[in-house]
């Protein structure tokens, strides 16, 4: 088997790392401690800075762990309804279904707003329905004070994912601090990455120890605990797991949100740049194009094919110019597990099948960028 990787003159994402990681992350070898202690405190301690709101932060190992963690903490168990998205990837929606919920998705607005559409939620309430879990596709936010006053009619819990969201905000309010519990992912290609991690945000006491406990076996000390002589024995308080986050990765989080303001900024440019081009492409458009709803993270650069262009064949024709592009995502019933999954959503289904991410990093260049709309202008001319 051949191991050779194409040559790419763009590749849909690098890491934004320098000395500065690889020096955090020596230091913490050096330390003589790795798993969870100081530094993933001072990382939840900053993070929650961040955030503001009152938020409370535990570190996870990454963010499917999170999303669990979300789950369990909210009492979602066997035949509990939670309506998800279905323009995200799986891990929202096999984090309902390994609870034992029932996932239902909800439609996107329109094919030029691809978030979750309130109406569509609200239509797919019923008795059984526990919670609502909404995710800020590519980094821009959902329609988070109509989402809101739905959870408070109906009283229903409120789950973000904020996969894509860290630095976001929604009317000048952070991404994050609108649910019970927000999940955070700091896996590589997301806006801080640590390789696996994550973070889980809670903002009252009861549930906050509900995922301490839901994080680590239950149990009331943890081994740094034990190495600072506080403790010597300890407790099991409830049913848990264990999705730490070690040293190692703490440190690489302290280290990119450090970053993440100028990284942010810079995705912006790149998208800014994007709009001029891709606006002169009349074979695609371009989600979010005039959205208006906060400031977004630019996690991603989704555009969507006109209907009848072979999607497969422009992903083809970009790899031979060495312009590496994916898909956001492919369809939730189209997977062999939910093919049966309850939710009628014609308009995500679509753009499914006609969306293309291009690649966006904060340490691209403009000239890659102009790269990048050159072929795909040249992909999608018509053959003849
Ligand atoms: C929207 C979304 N939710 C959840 C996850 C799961 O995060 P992780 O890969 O850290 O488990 C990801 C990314 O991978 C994601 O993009």
Redesign the pocket.
């Known amino acids: 088997m051949s191991s050779a990787q194409p040559d790419w003159k763009v590749q849909l994402f690098k890491l934004n790392f320098d000395e500065s990681e690889i020096e955090a992350v020596v230091e913490t070898l050096r330390s003589g401690w790795i798993t969870m202690g100081q530094r993933t405190l001072d990382f939840e301690a900053a993070f929650a800075k961040e955030l503001g709101h009152g938020s409370r932060c535990l570190a996870v190992s990454?963010?499917?762990?999170?999303?669990h963690v979300a789950v369990l903490a909210l009492g979602i168990t066997t035949g509990d309804e939670v309506i998800v998205p279905s323009l995200?990837?799986i891990?929202?929606i096999n984090s309902v279904k390994v609870s034992g919920g029932v996932p239902v998705l909800a439609d996107v607005i329109s094919m030029a707003d691809w978030s979750m559409d309130p109406a569509d939620i609200e239509k797919k309430i019923t008795p059984r329905t526990k919670a609502i879990m909404v995710?800020h596709?590519a980094g821009y936010s959902c329609a988070m004070d109509e989402i809101v006053s739905i959870c408070k009619r109906h009283k229903l819990a409120l789950i973000e994912?904020c996969?894509?969201a860290p630095g976001g905000d929604y009317k000048g309010q952070k991404l994050g601090t609108f649910g019970d519990v927000s999940?955070w992912?700091?896996?590589t290609n997301?806006n801080i990455s640590v390789g696996?991690?994550?973070m889980v945000v809670v903002r009252t006491e009861a549930l906050y120890q509900k995922c301490k406990n839901l994080r680590s076996h239950g149990m009331t000390v943890a081994s740094f605990d034990r190495m600072k002589g506080r403790a010597s024995t300890y407790d099991v308080l409830e049913a848990g797991l264990n999705y730490r986050m070690d040293e190692m990765h703490s440190s690489l989080g302290l280290v990119q949100l450090e970053k993440l303001p100028a990284a942010n900024a810079r995705r912006g440019e790149l998208t800014a740049r994007y709009f001029t081009h891709l606006d002169k492409i009349k074979e695609i458009s371009v989600p979010f194009r005039h959205y208006d709803r906060g400031t977004p993270t630019w996690h991603i650069m989704p555009i969507l094919l006109n209907n009848g262009i072979d999607r497969q064949g422009i992903i083809e024709a970009m790899k031979n110019d060495g312009v590496q592009t994916s898909i956001h995502y492919p369809a939730i019933q189209d997977f062999t597990a939910y093919r049966e999954c309850a939710g009628e959503v014609p308009q995500a289904r679509e753009i499914c099948r006609r969306e293309l991410t291009l690649p966006l990093f904060p340490t691209m260049t403009d000239a890659q960028v102009d790269l990048v709309c050159d072929s795909l202008a040249r992909a999608v001319l018509p053959k003849i």
């Open positions: 990454n963010g499917t762990a999170a999303l995200t990837f891990a929202d995710v596709y994912d996969a894509h999940a992912s700091f896996f997301k696996e991690g994550g």
